[in-house]
């Protein structure tokens, strides 16, 4: 997921750039973004099922779900994010 985002932010001009006088992209590449959205949703998902399993299968209170509810939580804030820039 993060090589995604970082495929799809845009380009920081550095002093090599500006003595060669490159081309940079400057505005957000829309199919990298577009991927990401869809990375995120799956992860989303993932977490989702892994949640709704873990009450239907978990037999003790004391099983591990936060890092189920963690990546569910960071994939929505992602989401969020990515969608305010598109």
Same mark, same amino acid.
């Given at each position: 997921?993060?090589?995604?985002?970082?495929?799809?932010?845009?380009?920081?001009?550095?002093?090599?750039?500006?003595?060669?006088?490159? #081309?940079?992209?400057? &505005?957000?590449? =829309?199919?990298?973004?577009?991927? +990401? *959205?869809?990375?995120? $949703?799956?992860?989303? @998902?993932?977490?989702?099922?892994?949640?709704?399993?873990?009450?239907?299968?978990?037999?003790?209170?004391? #099983?591990?779900?936060? &890092?189920?509810? =963690?990546?569910?939580?960071?994939? +929505? *804030?992602?989401?969020? $994010?990515?969608?305010? @820039?598109?």
């Amino acid at each position: 997921m993060l090589l995604v985002f970082h495929r799809a932010q845009p380009e920081f001009e550095s002093f090599f750039d500006r003595f060669y006088k490159l #081309d940079l992209r400057t &505005a957000w590449d =829309i199919k990298y973004l577009h991927y +990401l *959205i869809y990375t995120i $949703i799956i992860g989303i @998902v993932i977490s989702l099922s892994g949640l709704v399993l873990g009450m239907y299968r978990g037999r003790r209170q004391s #099983d591990h779900k936060k &890092a189920l509810i =963690i990546t569910g939580v960071l994939s +929505l *804030i992602m989401l969020v $994010i990515s969608i305010f @820039v598109l």
